[in-house]
């Protein structure tokens, strides 16, 4: 069965310093993977995904991750912080092979930046 | 423009009371799905529709019920039937089961509350 873990719940940075936010996966085969970004009461936008073709995605608003197969992870960076990239991320993986677009979500990361 | 549009953005609901939230989409995405979400806990599957007059049940269904009788339409309803029903429940859109890898689009979601 697929399942994602978010390895941290709390992320907090300065602005202008690099983010990491860690996740890894589990799938019984080659997985579909997403970064998606919730801000308050709103609902989620897609920030990238990997569906098997490069290794490093990049998405919008500067993020990119990468798919470490070996690591089993897809941990989402992104090289200076801005005061707006404050909210919570979530790392999302398809559940299941053939037909079904079904989404496994993990349990969230909310970002910080500090002036 | 095309989008997801959620009403109403907020809710109340008496006990013993069924309320309907509303889903429309015009993004003409054949899979519907309805989450629910709870703090520290991610999105959860309730419903999701893969095509007209039809849907599956999620991992979380008991205490809700949803229709399909038009492609733009997914409404979910709480029923008295579900006792913990205070949460945020975001609608989302798929290009549906024969197409796979795609993302998930998301409403802005309609937070419910207990009076």
């Known amino acids: 069965a697929q399942s994602v873990t978010q390895l941290d719940s709390h992320v907090s940075v300065s602005e202008g310093t690099p983010v990491l936010l860690r996740c890894n996966y589990s799938?019984?085969?080659?997985?579909?993977l997403f970064w998606y970004v919730q801000h308050p009461n709103k609902g989620l936008q897609l920030l990238l995904k990997y569906t098997s073709a490069a290794t490093l995605v990049k998405g919008i608003n500067g993020f990119e991750a990468e798919f470490k197969k070996s690591e089993t992870s897809f941990h989402l960076t992104k090289p200076s912080a801005h005061m707006s990239d404050a909210a919570e991320y979530f790392c999302?993986?398809?559940?299941?092979?053939?037909?079904?677009?079904?989404?496994?979500f993990g349990t969230g990361t909310l970002l910080a930046v500090q002036p | 423009d095309g989008g997801i549009t959620q009403s109403p953005k907020y809710l109340f609901r008496k006990e013993g009371q069924n309320v309907t939230l509303s889903c429309e989409q015009n993004?003409?995405?054949?899979?519907m799905y309805w989450y629910r979400q709870d703090p520290g806990q991610g999105l959860r599957l309730i419903y999701y529709s893969q095509i007209v007059n039809d849907f599956q049940k999620g991992d979380i269904a008991e205490g809700y019920s949803v229709s399909r009788e038009k492609k733009e339409s997914f409404p979910l309803t709480v029923t008295s039937a579900q006792k913990n029903p205070t949460a945020f429940y975001l609608c989302?859109?798929?290009?549906?089961?024969?197409?796979?890898?795609?993302?998930?689009?998301f409403g802005d979601g309609t937070r419910l509350s207990i009076l």
């Open positions: 999302v993986v398809r559940a299941g092979g053939g037909a079904t677009n079904k989404l496994i």
């Open positions: 989302a859109t798929g290009a549906g089961k024969f197409i796979s890898n795609q993302p998930q689009h």
């Open positions: 799938s019984s085969y080659s997985p579909s």
């Open positions: 993004l003409n995405h054949d899979a």
